[in-house]
């Protein structure tokens, strides 16, 4: 996806208050038409990246480039861009219809045409037309943040920036709309540039995926590059739940994982790490019958089982570690708490990764 010329680059890109280095030397390219996240810890410096991206905060160092044009100076109302916020920033007092036409009016277009476009709006975000003269208090959470996308699709901007709209809503609505926003990006054809805490709101929705740490751009890569080649620990478990073994890299190419008491086969590694941890995703691992059966094998017991919907996830006493597994719920394992079970993984299924 990142091909093409960039709509929007940045470059060195750094935001200081007081002696924080909120956002530290970030270089980016977005690409036009594309869906990219930002995605970090709760004051890894997300929001002033994005600010700064959206013309909201000057950056103390570096420039930002909209279609190749330095925009550093220009207001964030005289850029082709606009923001939906968390909070969502509607006018309370007003209609549905006032709050989605507001641009327009600015615009000075006139009242038929205001109309008519809004209509159109109402049907991309999927807003029934009767909501047109209601007033926007009276909407329930998901109707508030379709009238707050249909507002910034009015101004026909080049590039929406969105700043943790989902982030204060139930998590079933939140699901439905992470579904809708990727549809309206794709109906749209428009450049999305999202931040949020959750890297799975990420995987569902991005092109790709920039991860931020203490105000540093880390790994940016596709939400299959960042599952599957997790720059550091920091990154696989910032994914959720992932069974992350310290190793020590042998002479014979083994890894010694002392937590274990074993030795595992693992990838072949070209980046010299000689100790770090091999990472091995829940629905990689799986119960054995036998040590054949898969590359690696540990022992362990069985300490409990949950339900999960479609899928079940174990938990595996073994040595120190307690090992996650994942399987869909018609593969379940039978078996009983306390149990001696065996598990393995494969080592194209496993990962190393630094600190
Ligand atoms: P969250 O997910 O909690 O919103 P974030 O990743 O968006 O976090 P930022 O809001 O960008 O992080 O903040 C990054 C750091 O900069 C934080 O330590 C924050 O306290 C600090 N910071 C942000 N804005 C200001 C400001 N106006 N003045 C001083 N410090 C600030």
């Given at each position: ?106 615009r000075g277009v006139s009242r038929a045409a205001r109309r ?117 620990k920091f990154v696989s478990e ?118």
């Amino acid at each position: 996806m990142a091909e093409g010329a960039p709509i929007l680059r940045i470059e060195n890109l750094t935001k200081v208050f007081g002696k924080l280095r909120a956002v530290n030397d970030v270089s980016l390219d977005i690409v036009d038409g594309e869906f990219f996240t930002i995605v970090g810890p709760s004051g890894s410096g997300k929001t002033t990246l994005l600010r700064m991206l959206a013309g909201l905060e000057k950056p103390n160092a570096g420039d930002v480039l909209l279609r190749g044009n330095r925009v550093n100076d220009v207001p964030a109302n005289k850029r082709p861009t606009c923001m939906v916020f968390q909070s969502l920033a509607l006018f309370n007092h007003r209609t549905v219809g006032q709050n989605i036409e507001f641009a327009l009016k600015m615009r000075g277009v006139s009242r038929a045409a205001r109309r008519e476009r809004c209509e159109e709006l109402m049907k991309v975000v999927r807003l029934p037309q009767e909501f047109y003269a209601k007033g926007v208090t009276k909407c329930s959470g998901g109707e508030r943040q379709r009238v707050a996308l249909a507002r910034a699709l009015a101004s026909d901007p080049d590039i929406m920036f969105f700043d943790e709209p989902l982030s204060a809503i139930d998590y079933q609505l939140r699901k439905l709309l992470e579904v809708e926003l990727k549809d309206l990006h794709r109906e749209t054809g428009k450049t999305f540039v999202y931040i949020t805490h959750s890297l799975e709101e990420a995987m569902v929705m991005s092109d790709r995926i920039g991860i931020m740490q203490a105000g540093r751009l880390i790994q940016i890569g596709t939400p299959d590059e960042i599952y599957t080649k997790p720059l550091n620990k920091f990154v696989s478990e910032f994914m959720g739940e992932v069974n992350t073994l310290p190793v020590q890299v042998g002479s014979d190419g083994k890894f010694d994982c002392a937590d274990l008491g074993s030795q595992f086969l693992g990838p072949q590694t070209d980046n010299g790490i000689q100790s770090g941890y091999l990472v091995i995703r829940p629905e990689s691992m799986r119960f054995l019958n036998d040590p054949s059966e898969a590359d690696n094998h540990v022992k362990g017991s069985l300490f409990n089982e949950y339900a999960m919907g479609s899928r079940v996830q174990y938990h595996v006493r073994a040595g120190n570690q307690m090992l996650v597994i994942e399987k869909l719920r018609e593969m379940a394992f039978r078996g009983s708490i306390n149990d001696d079970v065996m598990i393995g993984w494969d080592v194209k299924d496993s990962v190393l990764v630094s600190d």
